[in-house]
């Protein structure tokens, strides 16, 4: 069932109004569009959004939505650097006012709820549990066992910091800011034994690969993982 409604959202194309664009850190932008009335998505859930005020190729790319679905706003957040694609580059000429189309939300990288979750994030591959972790937060939901956010970064250029940190801080997710892949693995073993009922990554694809490998070769069942790639953003 799951599969058929996506499908069926995927065909289902509705009309965003571009409200503004936000530099988030170095090269990371986020764009806001007005939430179309009637427009639901599960956080962490992607859609195919499409550039229509010029002709691009390709004009549509997939992108998680990384704002709660409490908010009045669908946005998306990425990675633009000084040679931007020709779709990157007409993301930056969107003004206020001006349109794109937006098919689905889709897919299945979503928590299910009540479960001891860890989430493992690789550079822009934080969207999705931006969007997972500023729903709890807008809601001020707290659990006994709060899901563990463990965020790597080479380069220390950790998208969002501020709002991880205080939601950290609220007591809404443990939060944990990591430099390397020796890193990450030390924090996993800590997490050995600690009843994790779901892990969830997203990244490039190298590390999101090498992450289930670690995790698959330490005895976590396949189907207690679920993963998410990010080519190009």
């Given amino acids: ?10 065909f289902k194309k509705k009309e965003l109004i571009f409200k503004e664009r936000r530099q988030i850190s170095g090269d990371v932008y986020t764009f806001s569009f007005e939430k179309p009335e009637g427009v639901s998505w599960q956080a962490g859930q992607h859609g195919l959004f499409t550039i229509t005020h010029r002709k691009v190729k390709p004009p549509t790319k997939p992108f998680t939505i990384s704002s709660s679905p409490r908010e009045d ?35 299945s990288f979503h928590t299910d709820g009540g479960e001891r979750t860890v989430f493992i994030a690789g550079g822009i591959g934080i969207t999705p549990f931006h969007a997972m972790l ?31 940190s205080d939601i950290s801080d609220r007591g809404i997710a443990e939060v944990r800011f990591i430099e390397s892949s020796e890193g990450l693995h030390k924090e996993l073993e800590l997490l050995e034994g600690a009843d994790v009922e779901k892990y969830l990554i997203a990244g490039p694809y190298s590390m999101v690969e090498s992450v289930s490998k670690h995790l698959t070769g330490t005895g976590v069942p396949k189907k207690n993982i679920r993963k998410e790639t990010f080519i190009g953003y």
């Avoid at 998306?76 to 006012?97: N, W």
């Avoid at 707290?142 to 220390?156: A, H, I, K, S, W």
């Fill in 1 to 10: 069932m799951g599969f058929l409604k996506d499908a069926a959202a995927v």
């Fill in 73 to 107: 706003v669908i946005e998306v957040t990425t990675r633009i650097d000084d040679r931007p694609s020709d779709y990157k580059q007409a993301l930056l000429e969107l003004e206020p006012g001006m349109e794109m189309t937006m098919s689905g939300p889709a897919g």
């Fill in 134 to 164: 500023s729903e709890l937060a807008d809601a001020d939901i707290r659990v006994e066992t709060p899901p563990v956010l463990l965020y790597v970064d080479g380069e220390g250029k950790f998208t969002y910091s501020g709002e991880l």
